[in-house]
Structures are given as C-alpha cells and as structure tokens.
T-cell receptor, first 115, second 117 residues
Framework: AQSVAQPEDQVNVAEGNPLTVKCTYS??????LFWYVQYPNRGLQFLLK??????LVKGSYGFEAEFNKSQTSFHLKKPSALVSDSALYFC?????????????FGQGTTLQVKP | SAVISQKPSRDICQRGTSLTIQCQVD?????MFWYRQQPGQSLTLIAT?????????ESGFVIDKFPISRPNLTFSTLTVSNMSPEDSSIYLC??????????????FGPGTRLTVL
C-alpha cells in the first residue's frame, strides 16, 4: 500500500535560517512526489513536484526539494526562511503507473518561522 | 494551472440536512476530485468525479452519503447528505492538469468549511 510519512508535527525556525520539512514515502514502482502548502482558511497551493530527472527540484517561493530514492525521501528545503512561510505543509505521493489520479497525503507539518 | 472556485466557502448546517457544494473550473479538465479534510487532519480522497458517468468512490465513502454530479468538463457538485457533526470538515475539489509530457499535477479549490451542529 502507498503511504507518506511526515515525522514532525511542527518545525520551528528563526527567520533567515534554513528550513527543512521531512517526508518519506512508500510506493511500489516509481513515485510522483508533491509538496503543497496550506495557509489558514485557504485551500492547498502547489509548491513543487518530482516526476523524473534531476533529483533537486525547484518550486515556488524559493522552495526546493530533493528526491532520494535510496532513502525514499523527498524533503522540502529553503535556504532562508521568511515569517510569511509559516503555514501547514503537506507531502503527497502518487504511483507513476496509476491511472486513477489518486494522491496520498502525509499528515502535514506546521512550519513556524519566528522573527 | 487553473482557477478553481467553490461555493459556498463556508456553511453551518443542522444535523439531518444536506448541503450541495459546487466546484467550477475556468478551463476544461479531464479529472476532477473531491477530498475531505477533517479538523486537524490530512486530506482524504472521497471520490473521482467522472464526466457523464457515476463517480468512483474510495473505500469508506458511498454514493448515498456523498452523491456527486459532473455534467460537463468544468463543473462538479458534491452533496453531503443527512449530515451529522462528524461530517464537519473542509471539503476541497481538485483538478488534474496535463501540460505537454504529463505533469500529473493536481490543483485545489479554496475549500468549503462545513460545520454541522
């Protein structure tokens, strides 16, 4: 069965410091991996995805993520955090061979960036 | 990407009643989905809304409770029937956009926040 784990409920960083939000996955075959962000009282916004190719993927708002096949991880990173990055972040996976479009989401990680 | 709107944005309903949520997309899309996000929880797929045919439901969700319509490629509705407080959640629709060599990216609407008293 496919699954996604986000081991940290909350990540706290100081503004200007680098941030990492962790994600590991389990899926048979090759995965499609995604990161979404949810601001309070808002829907999910797409940040970035890994489909194939370069393991380092760059996305919106200066975020990037690194696909590591051996560790089955897809951690979200940003070199310098902003207070406005404070939000709820979701990692999601889809089986590449799937024709259903179904995304499996992690439990979410709250990022708190303090001034 | 796509511009996705949902109506209503929020509602407070009495138990035993039903609420229909609308999802409108600004372009034709092949795949539309409905998700539920219970308080403090992650997203769970309810069903895939199929144009011109019955929706495909995930395990634990049934058509009698969550009837879905999709009359065309830009519009879908989700009804939450015979509501109970346990149905209090955010309901989100999403669409999958293909561009070129398969992007398989889902974009989400703003959500409908439902509270059942």
């Amino acid at each position: 069965a496919q699954s996604v784990a986000q081991p940290e409920d909350q990540v706290n960083v100081a503004e200007g410091n680098p941030l990492t939000v962790k994600c590991t996955y389990s899926v048979s075959g090759n995965p499609y991996l995604f990161w979404y962000v949810q601001y309070p009282n808002r829907g999910l916004q797409f940040l970035l995805k890994y489909i194939t190719g370069d393991n380092l993927v760059k996305g919106s708002y200066g975020f990037e993520a690194e696909f590591n096949k051996s560790q089955t991880s897809f951690h979200l990173k940003k070199p310098s955090a902003l207070v406005s990055d404070s939000a709820l972040y979701f990692c999601a996976v889809k089986q590449q061979a799937s024709n259903t479009g179904k995304l499996i989401f992690g439990q979410g990680t709250t990022l708190q960036v303090k001034p | 990407s796509a511009v996705i709107s949902q109506k209503p944005s929020r509602d407070i309903c009495q138990r035993g009643t039903s609420l229909t949520i609308q999802c409108q997309v600004d372009s034709q899309v092949t795949m539309m989905f409905w998700y539920r996000q219970q308080p403090g929880q992650s997203l769970t797929l309810i069903a895939t809304a199929n144009q011109g045919s019955e929706a495909t439901y995930e395990s634990g969700f049934v058509i009698d409770k969550f009837p879905i319509s999709r009359p065309n490629l830009t519009f879908s509705t989700l009804t939450v029937s015979n509501m109970s407080p346990e149905d209090s959640s955010i309901y989100l629709c999403s669409v999958e956009i293909y561009a070129g060599q398969s992007t398989d990216t889902q974009y989400f609407g703003p959500g409908t926040r439902l509270t059942v008293l």
